[in-house]
């Protein structure tokens, strides 16, 4: 009996050093719940992190590199295929746009002829004063015929890829004579002298008759015409 009290003792001296035990691990288990919590947290930082690179690579990098790759293999195609004045910005058929551009591409166009002119070493043209009288009329301006809608059938676009690298587009309907394109592109300040027209693929040189319409010299869809400067004769 008397060992069964000592026993019984020492358990009751050891209880409160065995709750202060259990209460010190309360805050351990604590402890490792907020370190879990903030481990969690940063490894969420660190993924949105990679991701925000990731999308930045993707927008500065890879795609601009796509295009730049696309565009080379557009560029190559079209070098292949003989359209390379579909590269060009270019302007919308018909308004006033063709008015301006015409009005520039003469501009630039009479230096070309100046250019082409000293190379053939050609006499240089006298300037002489003439009395109103002998102004040219209205009947010696180029007209065109007027451009046809859009929807109209029967119609065909020629673009003039000009020296300047410039090019321009109209309309025309196919039973139109041959020779508008020559006004056209005397209008634009190139003279039939001194430049020719001339197909891109295959490439041979236009040849027109009085009388042969647009069909008859084989321009029955849409066509780019390059404006060349002709070979000096010896």
Known sequence: MASRGVVGAFLLAALPLLCLELRRGIPDLEEEEKNE?????????QQEA???KASRYIE???????EMKLKKLEERFYHMTGETWKLSNGHKLGGDGDLVLESESQTSSETSNREAAKRRKLPKPVTKVSPPAEQPTQKEVLDLP???????????????????????????FKSCSSQVLFDWMMKIGYHTSLYSLSTSFPRRTLEVERGWSLQDVGITVDTVLNVEEKEQSS
């Open 37 to 45: 919590k903030r481990q969690k947290l940063v490894r969420k930082k």
């Open 146 to 172: 007027e451009e046809p809608p859009e929807i109209a059938e029967e119609v065909v676009t020629v673009a003039l890829r000009c020296p300047s690298g410039r090019v321009l587009r109209r309309r025309f």
């Open 60 to 66: 500065n990098v890879l795609k601009p590199h796509q």
């Open 50 to 52: 990679q991701g925000e």
